[in-house]
Nanobody, 118 residues
C-alpha cells in the first residue's frame, strides 16, 4: 500500500480560499486517476473532484466553478484549489484514486480538516 498525506486545511471565513496538497508515496502515480473526497459529520464520503493523467478535470456540481484540481506527476502530488468557500464545504478532505482503493491505494490517509465559519 502507499501512503497518502493530505495537508493544507484550516479554518477560513466564508468566501475565503485554501489550497490542499496530497503527497503520494508511489513512483507509478501517473498511471492512476486521482480524486479528492470529503466527508462531513453525519454524511458519507463523497467525490468532489477527479483528474486522470492528461485528462480533463471533473467536479461535483456543488463545487464546480469554485474548486480546481491539478496534479504534478514529477512530484507525486495532487492539489485542490478551493475558492469562495462556503460553510457547506466544511469536511475532512481526502485524496485517493478514482474509484478509490485501486491497486496499492488500499488505505485512506488521515485527511485534512477544512472548516468554513464566521
Amino acid at each position: 500500500q502507499v501512503q497518502l498525506v493530505e495537508s493544507g486545511g484550516g479554518l477560513v471565513q466564508p468566501g475565503g480560499s485554501l489550497k490542499l496538497t496530497c503527497i503520494v508515496s508511489i513512483i507509478s502515480f501517473n498511471t492512476y486517476t486521482m480524486g479528492w473526497y470529503r466527508q462531513a459529520p453525519g454524511k458519507q464520503r463523497e467525490l468532489v473532484a477527479t483528474l486522470a493523467n492528461g485528462g480533463t478535470p471533473k467536479y461535483a456540481g456543488s463545487v464546480k466553478g469554485r474548486f480546481t484540481i491539478s496534479r504534478d506527476n514529477s512530484h507525486n502530488t495532487v492539489y485542490l484549489q478551493m475558492n469562495r468557500l462556503q460553510p457547506e464545504d466544511t469536511a475532512v478532505y481526502y485524496c485517493n484514486t478514482d474509484p478509490p482503493g485501486l491497486g496499492p491505494f488500499s488505505s485512506w490517509g488521515q485527511g485534512t480538516q477544512v472548516t468554513v465559519s464566521s
